[in-house]
């Protein structure tokens, strides 16, 4: 089995489906799946600094500060001894984007692919207030899931642009079932 680096990247807005199929795909392709929302979410579980810090900023559907952020990822990325990641959820922001790629150039790792998952706008809320009866996550309730979409456009859709200009972003149809779904990325990469 090869086990050269690999970086892939899901970009997408919320209620995209990121993160079932970064499961799957990171199961498939001997990946580590790294989500700072799920990171977070377990720090504010377990009532740590960085989980009191982040929670009330995630409450309100706003982006945790960069530093934060990229705290978390330079110690996932230390604790690899070849980096074989998908980001889900992650780089969020230009200073993100920037930031990951130094860490990667530093460690000798390419973004292999950046994959959004492209979703209208009435299907992302309704999946997301689907998800808000299935596991009660504090930031799938309407007004926060409104401010979540207008966050990701002002400050993580303008990445959609940074990928495509490095020749690494895959548009994928993020309509239909998660299986269909898992073929076309698989067909995209
Ligand atoms: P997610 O599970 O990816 O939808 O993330 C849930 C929440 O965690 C987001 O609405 C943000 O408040 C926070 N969060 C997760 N990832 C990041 C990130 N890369 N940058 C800033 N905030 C983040």
Do not use: W
Request: hydrophobic content about 40%.
């Amino acid at each position: 089995m090869s086990a050269s680096p690999m970086v892939l990247i899901f970009l997408g807005p919320p209620g995209a489906g990121k993160g079932t199929q970064a499961v799957r795909l990171a199961a498939d392709l001997g990946l580590v799946k790294i989500s700072t929302g799920d990171i977070l979410r377990d720090h504010v579980a377990r009532d740590t600094e960085l989980g009191r810090k982040a929670g009330p900023i995630m409450e309100r559907g706003e982006l945790v500060p960069d530093d934060l952020i990229l705290a978390i990822i330079r110690e996932e990325l230390a604790a690899m001894p070849e980096v074989r990641a998908i980001f889900d959820g992650f780089p969020r922001t230009s200073g993100q984007a920037e930031a990951l790629d130094a860490l990667l150039a530093e460690l000798g790792a390419p973004v292999n692919a950046a994959l959004l998952l492209e979703v209208p706008e009435d299907e992302l809320v309704r999946r997301m207030l689907k998800r808000a009866e299935l596991e009660g996550r504090a930031d799938d309730n309407e007004t926060t899931i409104r401010r979540r979409l207008e966050v990701y456009h002002q400050q993580t859709r303008p990445l959609v642009d940074y990928y495509d200009a490095r020749g690494v972003l895959k548009r994928i149809d993020g309509l239909g079932d998660p299986g269909q779904i898992y073929c076309r990325i698989r067909g995209a990469l």
